[in-house]
């Protein structure tokens, strides 16, 4: 058991060095199957590669297929983008995380895993773009629950003709439960937009406050337990010009909590330097600082190597303040204990791909809530 442990500690710690490019001799006598499970479970695995071609050449060549992959997608965005702007004519728009983080966010450009392009409008100009995107031979890919669906889903899913999967945005959060936790006006991020250059292709994408309070945001609903996202925060916030900025953003978004610990866990992980004033500016007290510390400190993100976790149970739940978060830390793991001891249900019904009354089911409950959100303001 304890040279397990040990086994597993050595791996977490090269996986640590691959993203702080500090490998130096850690490669030498860690397992190859334990390293190559771990680098895929914290999406790593191209980087991991190149990292350790020299120091750890048969492991490396375990991942080459990663890479492999990863580039190719990643090619294949950068040309789809090229034809995103002519496509959609005079609407405005942005792609986000994927194309955007692997080009400009990665410490080897164009190998950060991503398995679709998440693309953003303004929720008045989702009917438009649907309609541009079947005329030119894309694909709904949700089925017809999802269009459905009363929550009214803040992103809808497509193929191009391509086989290329992009997630179509028009809010920046996907459940309307999850959306009313935040404020975060489409329009004001398309407003504030820039150009970029992902590939041969010019796109737009989100200005850098926008991107890297998006990505702590996003990380910290999703768990912040893989080193992958601890990676696209890390690398965003190096970029910082000026972080009360950053901090006013997030303040404004209503998600300082979350963009808090995932600064938090990403300095504990990988020494991002982040100043202290921004955390007071966020408003994190000293005992849920102490609380996020802690957690960190007692289960690092590069020890995990599934899902089912302390850091991702609070990551999930954290709040302004410790006794919030505690609150709601106890709710959902609560709510995690019914799950699993509910009876199972019985074969879920086949599922029907979505048609032209679901999808204008779907548009006009989007026009309705946009309609709605612009008389509240």
Known sequence: MDGTRAGERAVSELLVAVCRDEVGGRAADVPDA??????????????????????????????????????????????????????????????????????????VPGLRPYGDLDLLVAPQDLRRV??????????????????????????????????????????????????????????ELLARR?????????????????????????????????????????QLARQVEDWGVVADRAVQWGAQAQVSLALRRSVATLGTPVPDEVHRRLGTSAPLGALLDAVDRLWPVAAHRSDASVPRLVSRAVRPGAVRTAVQVARNA???????????AGPAPDRVPAGPQALEVYLRAVEAGARSAAAAR
């Open 34 to 107: 334990a390293l190559v499970r771990a680098a895929r479970h914290h999406r790593i695995s191209p980087l991991t590669h190149v990292r350790l071609r020299e120091q750890a050449p048969r492991a490396a060549e375990l991942l080459r297929p990663d890479r492999d992959v990863a580039k190719s997608l990643h090619i294949r965005a950068g040309m789809l983008l090229g034809q995103v702007g002519e496509l959609l004519g005079g609407v405005p728009w942005v792609v986000f995380k994927g194309p955007v983080l692997s080009e400009l966010a990665h410490p």
């Open 334 to 344: 609560g709510q995690g204990m019914r799950d699993r001891v509910r009876p199972a």
């Open 130 to 187: 649907s309609a541009a995107l079947l005329a030119a031979g894309w694909e709904v890919g949700d089925y017809e629950d999802m269009l459905r669906n009363p929550e009214v889903p803040g992103e809808m899913h497509w193929f191009t003709p391509a086989g290329i999967p992009v997630d179509l945005h028009w809010a920046m959060v996907n459940m309307r439960s999850r959306r009313r936790l935040f404020t975060i006006p489409t329009d």
């Open 194 to 234: 820039r150009q970029v250059r992902i590939g041969l292709a010019r796109a737009w994408t989100m200005d850098g406050a926008d991107s890297l309070v998006h990505v702590a945001l996003h990380a910290a609903l999703a768990g912040a337990n893989r080193l992958a996202w601890m990676l696209d925060v890390d």
